[in-house]
């Protein structure tokens, strides 16, 4: 019984061996694709030089005023011609389809309660 398993330990360091190789090759920059910028989007990389960097800057910020100047005439547009019970309605699941978009689940206490 014990020669059994020493034989199976050494047959299973060899396969290991023979695959580790190949696994680890899969997980390199060689099996990206095809991609040259090693996994980064356009948008996702920094700036190198000081002009590059307030471009990127000035950019980010007019997105960001863009973004929150429509999420101001959101808030205004449903203000308008909504009750105040449907606004608190939508508020809420916006809240829970975004916590559904990020795959995270409600807080235990809370499952717990509604699982009862």
């Known amino acids: 019984m014990m020669k059994m398993f020493s034989i199976r330990r050494i047959i299973f360091l060899c396969v ?5 190789p190949i696994f680890i090759h899969a997980q390199t ?3 990206t694709g095809g991609s040259s910028d090693n996994g980064t989007s356009e948008g996702a990389k ?4 000081k002009l590059e960097k307030k471009k990127a800057k000035r950019e980010w910020k007019k ?5 929150l100047e429509d999420e101001k005439a959101k808030k205004e547009y449903n203000k308008k011609y909504n009750s105040k ?5 939508m508020k809420r699941d916006q809240r829970e389809a975004q916590r559904n978009n990020e795959h995270k689940s409600e807080f235990f206490l809370i499952r717990w309660i509604h699982h009862l």
């Open 63 to 67: 997105n960001r005023k863009q973004e």
């Open 16 to 20: 290991a061996g023979l695959l580790l």
């Open 29 to 31: 920059d060689a099996g």
């Open 85 to 89: 019970k449907t606004r608190r309605r």
């Open 46 to 49: 920094a700036p190198d030089s």
